[in-house]
Every structure is written in C-alpha cells, then in structure tokens.
C-alpha cells in the first residue's frame, strides 16, 4: 500500500535494529542496567506490541509504556459522574466506544445502558452535535475526552453548535494535556527514564515547542514520532544516539506531518473554547496542577459541569489492582495479580485492560507474557 508500506519494510527494520544495537552497546558502557526509554503514548505501546518490535530490541534497551493513553488514565469518579448524568431522563449521554467499557466504582456507562440509562457510542463530537438537532426535547451531552490530538474537533462542534444556536447541546469535558504530564513523570522521584518517544499526533496539533522543556530543564532526550514500525525504529536509534553521545535534545522524527509551529487552526480553535483547568484527577497519578482544560465562561452554556450537579467523587482504585504503578512504568502488566485472571479485555478490571491502546491490553493481545505465563510466583 502506497505510503504505508515503505514505513513497515522488514528489510530496513533489520538494518535498524542492528544498528540500535550497536549504539545501544556503547551507550550502555559502564551501566549496570538497562536504557530505558518511555513511549508515552498508548498508540506507540499498541504499534511495539503489533509488530514485535519489543522482542527486536537488544537486552541493553528496555521500553517502559507510559500514561498516554486518555481511556487508561480515565478516574473512576467521572465515569460515575457519567453514570449520574446518563439516568436523568431528560439526557442522552454521547461518547467514543472505548469509553463506554471504562469501569467506574458502580459499573461502566456499557452496563448502565443495560439497565436502562440513555448511552450511545458516536464517533466523533459532530456525531453528538446531530444527534441533538434530530432531538430538541432532550439533552444531549457529549462526554470529551482525549489528549490535545482530540481537542480540535470538540473544540470546533462547540463553535458550530454555537454559530448553530443550537440550545441542547452540551459537553462533559476530559480533555487532558500532554506537557503537564510528562512533567508530572519527570517530577517522581523514582524516575528512572533516560529518554522519551513523544506522540507524533499530539505534535501534529501542538507542534514541537511544547515538549522543549524535557531536553532543557530536565536534561533528557525526547524524539517526536509517529506511529508505523520504522518511525518507532527510527526514534529509538536517534534516541540511543543522543544517549552514547551524551546530549539531550528535542528531536522530531515525524516531520513529514509535525509542522514546529502546529496546527494554527485546531489551536485557535482549542484556546477559543478551552482554558487550563486548575487541578484534574487521573487515574492512577492522582491530581495534576493544569494537567487538563475546562470551558471557558463563554460557553457556559455549553459546559455540563454548569448545567448538572456533580459529587465530585474521587473513588480511588480498588486495593489489588496495579494500574498507577504500571502507568508509571513501576510496574509490568503482568506483574499485576489481577492480569489475565480478574482482569482481561473482555472483562477489564482496570482501564489500562479496556482500550487497545493501554498496557495491560496490549501485553495481553500480542506479548508472549500469555496468562499462563503471568505471576510465576
Ligand atoms: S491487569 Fe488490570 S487491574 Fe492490573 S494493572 Fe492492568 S488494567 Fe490495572
């Protein structure tokens, strides 16, 4: 296939892992353990699981699957606060597939359908936009969520309902933000990354400039990617590059699609409509100053959180599951008693376990840390 193919060629993928290899060696000189290097985002971790890359890679390089993946890091309190909003009468709830399987503290908006509550799967925001024109007599609320790489589009349903004048029509915003969060895994202190693959999508909307604080404040390579096999490749050898020569620069892989500048439009769009939201809960990291963005005054009436009351609850994840620790890359999927056992795609414990792109998920659909071979212990 004509601009697919070339990215997934076994030929060049065999002649970039010998040289990871060989560069590897030499950064790994003097060290007693391994390079890390996290890809933070979920799309990465399902693309190194797809193609084996993991299993390409030499023993002096390790990859630790970061939080970027918006459905894994999804609290259990607003999933409830979902739930609520669904079962009043008057609302249609509107959200993508994946986010109807998250399990809240009292079930998922899947199970909630099943008793009754008014849940639909769209996809995309001008999905839900539609929906509320073809119903005037109810609510629909769109439940957004996603890194900046969504944002554009829930932005710009918010405007077109607005230029609409469309009454009906509102949003139950989780838009989270990237840099905050990277900072959050740079600021624990029991980070033990040498080096990052940032997400070429999130580029694409925000360009390079965002992520320059990792190479200049933290003194840590950082390569923007994109999502075929040979792009992560690629990546991995300028950052194993960047580590033997000691340097820590802000590098971008994915200039055949990231522009340094971003995308103009999708960014006026998002500063129209959205602003940084003080504190926002995550799952698994708990509260991260400006980690997330809210509606601004303007649209008010568009906001949810205006317009319907929320408890605000923080349930926090049941005691024997794993998800924080994963997400922090302390942990492994399979080094959680849960995974393969209570925990699985078909019926996830964690959210790491429901969208293709979390950890748990992928390890469990493509890794040779099979069930059986979980928690030899
Ligand atoms: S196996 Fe399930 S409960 Fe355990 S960390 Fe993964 S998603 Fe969370």
């Excluded at 996809?123 to 936009?129: G, K």
């Excluded at 609320?141 to 004048?165: K, S």
């Excluded at 980070?191 to 840590?220: Q, R, T």
């Excluded at 790491?352 to 979980?374: F, H, I, N």
Aim: include cysteine.
């Amino acid at each position: 296939m004509k601009y697919v193919d070339e990215f997934r060629d076994p030929k060049t993928a065999k002649k970039l892992q010998r040289q990871i290899a060989h560069v590897a060696m030499r950064a790994c000189e003097g060290r007693e353990k391994p390079l890390q290097i996290m890809e933070f985002c979920g799309g990465h971790t399902h693309t190194i699981f797809k193609y084996g890359l993991e299993q390409m890679l030499p023993n002096t390089l390790e990859l630790v699957h970061g939080p970027g993946c918006p459905v894994c890091v999804l609290p259990r309190g607003r999933v409830d606060d979902c739930i609520n909003l669904a079962k009043c009468d008057e609302v249609i709830l509107t959200t993508f597939g994946d986010a109807m399987r998250v399990p809240g503290s009292q079930g998922s908006l899947l199970q909630a359908r099943a008793d009754g509550a008014d849940v639909r799967m769209v996809y995309s925001p001008m999905d839900a936009l539609q929906l509320a024109k073809t119903h005037p007599e109810r609510e629909v609320i769109f439940f957004a969520l996603g890194f900046e790489t969504t944002m554009p589009a829930t932005a710009l349903t918010v405007l077109q309902a607005a230029r609409e004048g469309i009454r009906n029509f509102s949003l139950f915003c989780q838009h989270i933000t990237t840099a905050p969060t990277l900072r959050a895994i740079l600021d624990d202190p029991d980070m033990h990354i040498d080096g990052f693959l940032a997400p070429g999508h999130v580029g694409m909307v925000i360009g390079e400039h965002p992520f320059d604080f990792v190479s200049k404040n933290y003194k840590k390579p950082l390569v923007i990617t994109g999502f075929e096999p040979l792009d992560i490749l690629q990546a991995l050898l300028m950052l194993v590059t960047q580590l033997e020569q000691g340097s820590s620069l802000l590098q971008n892989q994915y200039k055949r699609i990231v522009n340094p500048t971003g995308n103009s439009s999708g960014l006026a769009a998002m500063d129209a409509v959205f602003e940084p939201r003080p504190e926002n809960q995550w799952r698994g990291l708990g509260s991260l100053a400006q980690s997330g963005v809210q509606m601004r005054s303007a649209f008010s009436h568009f906001d949810a959180e205006k317009k319907f009351t929320f408890s605000q609850n923080n349930s926090p994840d049941p005691a024997n599951t794993h998800c924080g620790a994963v997400l922090k890359g302390h942990k492994r999927p399979w080094q959680c008693e849960l995974y393969g056992k209570s925990c699985t795609p078909e019926n996830p414990a964690g959210a790491l376990m429901v969208s293709s792109e979390g950890a748990c998920a992928a390890y469990y659909q493509y890794s040779d840390k099979r069930p059986a071979m979980a928690n030899p212990a």
